[in-house]
């Protein structure tokens, strides 16, 4: 099983830009797919991005498509979520995740880390 530690969160103002990091450690890192997801206080965690084991495929929810760049280093055993033009709706702790399947579906998931805090000021 792959564990995973998130870091790069923090305060920042609307527009601004913030990258994350997800260090893997175990093995098998590069078979795994990884996605990035989001919980907002009172709210269920959500979809934001996924990238195939290669990185050749990703896909986006829709309210960060076109405003973050999910990426990976299989060499560093690391992904990596680019956070551009941000707003205060994507404030939340972010998380990263593996799963073997191409698939959106929180469920699927079946390695987190422990999340890092966004927070985006107005």
């Known amino acids: 099983q792959v564990q995973l530690v998130e870091s790069g969160g923090g305060l920042v103002q609307a527009g601004g830009s913030l990258m994350l990091s997800c260090a893997a450690s175990g093995r098998s890192f590069s078979s795994n797919v990884m996605g990035w997801f989001r919980q907002a206080p009172g709210k269920e965690r959500e979809f934001v991005a996924r990238?195939?084991?290669?990185?050749?495929?990703?896909y986006y929810a829709d309210y960060v498509k076109g405003r973050f760049t999910i990426a990976r280093d299989n060499a560093k055993n690391t992904v990596y979520l680019q956070m551009n033009i941000l707003k205060p709706e994507d404030t939340a702790v972010y998380y990263c995740a593996a799963t073997f399947k191409m698939t959106i579906n929180v469920d699927a998931y079946r390695a987190w880390g422990q999340g890092t805090q966004v927070t985006v000021s107005s």
């Open positions: 990238i195939s084991w290669n990185g050749g495929n990703s």
